[in-house]
């Protein structure tokens, strides 16, 4: 494998270069953390060209509901900080179809994502069909905190970051495998639950921005990453998706891909890596 050339990275705010004593008081003072564990679940994936989206989701529509979080216009933003090694482990695992694979990423949801009160710190593991999530929710100050750890080989031993439990266990993955921030991802989602069918959810992502970062909130996304009018839909289910919907998917002629917003973002950008839609 081929190294790809060095990426010169913008810059960032001081939060990234404080001392280490003023940063780790500042972390770690009464942090709030909410954990979870996601069941397994399945995923499909779907590239929605732009004369198929709208006469897809008229034909959704009725057979679902909006997600809770969506604002009026029925959408909302979300921004992902993905990190990767220097050999770009994560995404040639993705591109090979690696069957037993993971991604740690930093995410904050909302309509304005950058003015949420909490962060996201996720591993997402994949395991043949199978997806799962670790996620530790916490709040604005203990992530402003966590920067300069993000990008530093140190592993900070104390407090949430000790024990058995998703952000400990998101640093240290971070430190075994030498990941570091690499590329910020940006895009809208209209999310929908399936009525009468737990755990199925419908999202439609699109007008997907990218950027090299090294923090989460700073530079704003600007290089497109999907063709302008294309959305990528995902079906999520814990188990099958109704019959129904099946139904839906082959009266457009959908094609199941295993596109990634990750592995789109990295191949837009000024990595020297490619991948084929």
């Given at each position: 494998?081929?190294?790809?050339?060095?990426?010169?990275?913008?810059?960032?705010?001081?939060?990234?270069?404080?001392?280490?004593?003023?940063?780790?008081?500042?972390?770690?003072?009464?942090?709030?953390?909410?954990?979870?564990?996601?069941?397994?679940?399945?995923?499909?994936?779907?590239?929605?060209?732009?004369?198929?989206?709208?006469?897809?989701?008229?034909?959704?529509?009725?057979?679902?509901?909006?997600?809770?979080?969506?604002?009026?216009?029925?959408?909302?933003?979300v921004r992902s900080l993905y990190l990767?090694?220097?050999?770009?482990r994560c995404f040639h695992d993705k591109?090979?179809?690696?069957?037993s694979r993971f991604k740690l990423r930093?995410?904050?949801?909302?309509?304005?994502?950058?003015?949420?009160?909490?962060?996201?710190?996720?591993?997402?593991?994949?395991?043949?069909?199978?997806?799962?999530?670790?996620?530790?929710?916490?709040?604005?100050?203990?992530?402003?905190?966590?920067?300069?750890?993000?990008?530093?080989?140190?592993?900070?031993?104390?407090?949430?970051?000790?024990?058995?439990?998703?952000?400990?266990?998101?640093?240290?993955?971070?430190?075994?495998?030498?990941?570091?921030?690499?590329?910020?991802?940006?895009?809208?989602?209209?999310?929908?639950?399936?009525?009468?069918?737990?755990?199925?959810?419908?999202?439609?992502?699109?007008?997907?921005?990218?950027?090299?970062?090294?923090?989460?909130?700073?530079?704003?996304?600007?290089?497109?990453?999907?063709?302008?009018?294309?959305?990528?839909?995902?079906?999520?289910?814990?188990?099958?998706?109704?019959?129904?919907?099946?139904?839906?998917?082959?009266?457009?002629?959908?094609?199941?891909?295993?596109?990634?917003?990750?592995?789109?973002?990295?191949?837009?950008?000024?990595?020297?890596?490619?991948?084929?839609?």
């Amino acid at each position: 494998m081929i190294p790809s050339p060095p990426v010169r990275m913008p810059a960032t705010p001081d939060l990234i270069s404080r001392p280490r004593e003023e940063v780790r008081d500042h972390a770690f003072a009464r942090p709030s953390i909410r954990s979870s564990v996601s069941e397994a679940r399945h995923e499909w994936k779907y590239l929605l060209l732009p004369h198929v989206r709208g006469p897809f989701l008229a034909d959704l529509r009725p057979f679902v509901q909006p997600d809770a979080h969506a604002g009026a216009e029925g959408w909302y933003n979300v921004r992902s900080l993905y990190l990767d090694s220097p050999q770009w482990r994560c995404f040639h695992d993705k591109v090979d179809g690696v069957p037993s694979r993971f991604k740690l990423r930093v995410r904050a949801y909302g309509v304005d994502a950058g003015q949420g009160s909490s962060v996201k710190f996720e591993i997402k593991y994949r395991d043949g069909a199978l997806i799962r999530k670790e996620v530790a929710d916490v709040d604005r100050t203990l992530h402003d905190g966590l920067i300069p750890f993000l990008s530093s080989s140190v592993f900070p031993h104390r407090g949430p970051l000790t024990g058995s439990n998703p952000l400990a266990r998101f640093f240290a993955f971070k430190t075994q495998f030498g990941l570091r921030p690499v590329v910020n991802v940006e895009f809208r989602r209209r999310a929908f639950a399936v009525r009468g069918h737990e755990g199925c959810r419908v999202t439609l992502d699109e007008e997907l921005f990218s950027a090299p970062a090294r923090i989460l909130f700073g530079q704003t996304p600007r290089t497109r990453s999907l063709p302008g009018g294309m959305s990528i839909l995902e079906i999520k289910a814990q188990r099958s998706i109704p019959f129904w919907l099946d139904r839906l998917v082959c009266k457009y002629r959908l094609q199941r891909t295993p596109l990634s917003k990750y592995a789109l973002a990295v191949a837009a950008g000024p990595f020297g890596l490619e991948i084929r839609l």
